[in-house]
């Protein structure tokens, strides 16, 4: 098996930078990490564990990161599996329940809940009509908290050096 694979699916770029992150920690801890966009993984037999992450849409996840779930339901089952999704904006960023469909594979595969990380819609970024209407108005801005996500990813290599 090889190390960590770190998915994701995002629309604008800024899910993929926080699974860029996230697999920089990870690294950083002496594991091989794969960050692979979600619609190009296959299959997830080769790795060790797991991280997958989505864009948060209007409480939906990005239709690409629910296939790579389905698809590999039962190789998730053996593996770690770590979810979170990003996308909630405002400078307070509180957890967002998942979608049923996600809560209910997380369940079926042994993982908890996705962990909630703010957004990012600037005008530079932001794909869609309402997306940049809503980049020029209040709620625009960068809301990745860095820190607590360079947290959680730590609390991930501590689950992998211990189940060594």
Not at 37 to 63: F, H, I, M, N
């Amino acid at each position: 098996m090889t190390g960590v694979l770190v998915a994701y699916a995002t629309k604008m770029g800024g899910t993929k930078e926080i699974a860029e992150a996230i697999a920089a920690r990870i690294r950083a801890a002496s594991h091989e990490v794969i960050v692979l966009d979600a619609a190009k993984v296959r299959s997830v037999e080769p790795y060790e564990a797991v991280v997958l992450g989505s864009a948060l849409y209007s409480t939906r996840w990005r239709p690409e990161a629910v296939k790579l779930l389905k698809r590999n339901e039962r190789v998730l089952a053996g593996k770690p599996v770590w979810l979170f999704h990003s996308g909630p904006l405002g400078t307070e960023v509180a957890e967002q329940k998942a979608p049923r469909k996600v809560r209910e594979l997380a369940a079926r595969i042994g993982a908890e809940e996705p962990k909630t990380f703010g957004g990012r819609l600037t005008p530079q970024t932001a794909a869609g009509f309402l997306a940049r209407k809503m980049a020029n108005g209040p709620m625009a801005g960068d809301h990745r908290d860095w820190e607590e996500i360079d947290r959680w990813a730590h609390s991930i290599t501590e689950h992998l050096v211990a189940a060594r």
